[in-house]
């Protein structure tokens, strides 16, 4: 923690200038040690999720951890006020969060909008709404953090087949894209060299690729899935429908959660059509515990030689190895059972900067070499924290250098000159 760093600094300092070293030493130790105070990387953890602590009831807001120090709770940032009669929970969730270093902004979506939080003064930046929607979805924001891909969200039965394109600084919409084989709007993956936006509905087989310098379709990918049947008594909710996804860094594949398939899918952007299949197994809906689906959550390592995908039904998350085609599963870590074991079931997965770490949202840490739990997040008052949304950020005197991307993405053959989401 801060207090643990800013202690160390002070008494160190004593120990110099009760040694007689002073004046220009003395700056210069002092120096040093705020360097090390301010360059930082932190979790941020977005609050409330309807997965998450139900039984602690923690207060919403943005949950900040130190990574660096053992994922020692720093601070929570206040975000919105909620009168004491309404449950966040039910009525206002954190549905999406991302950063972007270009602007010193997080943002997130909620049921209510989408808000942008100036990280470095900690205060709202904006928070908007836009014309003819119930609710902004999971989005996405360009390599160089200037602008995002919001979905109308599924929730919007008129208008679930369009993505705002929204400018980070203002949060103005610059245009809007309509994706006619994509509806139900739910999920948005930027590719990391900057040149495609995949969008996702839940109602559709197909994953619409626009270009992200012209703001058009020119393609899609799929159909994902199989057998057509409802989802859980969802009747416009079928098998087939694209739920969490991921890509690799120049966009050319798409690792995809699909509704009615315990596993994953691959999709080959260039021809637009499925090339592998990964099939866990039959199962019932009885065995399900997240979002519908065995599997809710798939990440790509940085450096593209693993998959971690969420395994709901038996609490743990698999790994795979993606170096070859179709991918291999190499490993299984269990989620730990806690004293409150309604939440082992991991909903999401992410992966944090350069790969180290591995994010499910169950609150725990895992070290992605060793494959171990390292860790688990609870605030000051030893309450579990836990969300499908959160994020790592660095952070160099004082500036937001760099931030993870909530899905998790491969990186091979991009620039690190780019300032936001680059891992």
């Not at 120096?31 to 360059?39: E, G, I, N, P, S």
Request: charged residues 20%; contains cysteine.
């Amino acid at each position: 923690m801060c207090l643990r760093r800013c202690m160390a600094y002070a008494v160190g300092l004593s120990m110099l200038l009760g040694s007689g070293l002073v004046g220009l030493q003395a700056a210069q130790f002092a120096a040093q040690q705020l360097t090390k105070v301010r360059d930082r990387t932190l979790l941020y953890v977005g609050v409330p999720m309807k997965k998450g602590n139900t039984e602690a009831r923690i207060p919403a807001g943005i949950y900040v951890f130190d990574v660096n120090d053992g994922f020692a709770f720093v601070k929570r940032i206040p975000t919105f006020d909620y009168p004491a009669w309404e449950d966040p929970m039910f009525s206002d969730q954190v549905i999406g969060i991302e950063a972007s270093p270009a602007t010193g902004k997080l943002i997130m979506s909620t049921f209510r909008g989408v808000h942008a939080f100036d990280l470095v003064h900690e205060k709202l930046a904006w928070s908007k709404t836009y014309p003819n929607n119930v609710t902004s979805d999971q989005f996405a924001i360009s390599p160089d953090g200037k602008t995002i891909y919001a979905p109308d969200g599924y929730a919007n039965a008129t208008h679930g087949d369009r993505w705002h394109v929204i400018d980070v600084e203002t949060g103005n919409v610059i245009t809007e894209v309509n994706t006619p084989k994509t509806n139900g709007g739910h999920n948005t993956v930027w590719a990391p060299d900057g040149s495609k936006v995949f969008m996702a509905g839940v109602l559709s087989p197909y994953i619409s690729v626009a270009d992200a310098k012209t703001n058009k379709v020119i393609g899609t990918v799929g159909p994902f899935g199989g057998e057509d049947y409802p989802i859980y008594g969802l009747p416009g909710q079928r098998d087939g429908g694209v739920r969490p996804f991921t890509t690799n860094g120049h966009g050319t594949l798409l690792f995809v959660n699909v509704n009615g398939l315990w596993g994953f899918e691959v999709g080959d952007v260039a021809t637009g059509k499925i090339v592998h299949r990964v099939d866990l197994g039959p199962y019932t809906r009885q065995m399900i515990n997240c979002e519908g689906l065995p599997n809710h959550g798939i990440a790509m390592t940085p450096d593209e030689k693993e998959l971690w995908l969420t395994d709901d039904i038996n609490g743990s998350l698999r790994v795979f190895d993606s170096t070859v085609m179709p991918p291999k599963q190499k490993a299984t870590v269990l989620m730990p059972r806690h004293a409150d074991s309604n939440f082992v079931w991991p909903c999401w997965v992410t992966i944090g900067l350069d790969g180290k770490y591995v994010y499910p949202s169950t609150g725990d840490v895992i070290d992605a070499a060793t494959k171990k739990v390292v860790a688990s997040l609870k605030d000051d008052a030893g309450h579990y924290v836990r969300s499908e949304k959160m994020i790592e950020v660095q952070w160099s005197d004082g500036k937001m250098v760099r931030a993870s991307d909530r899905f998790g993405r491969g990186m091979v053959g991009v620039s690190n000159k780019n300032t936001s989401q680059q891992q």
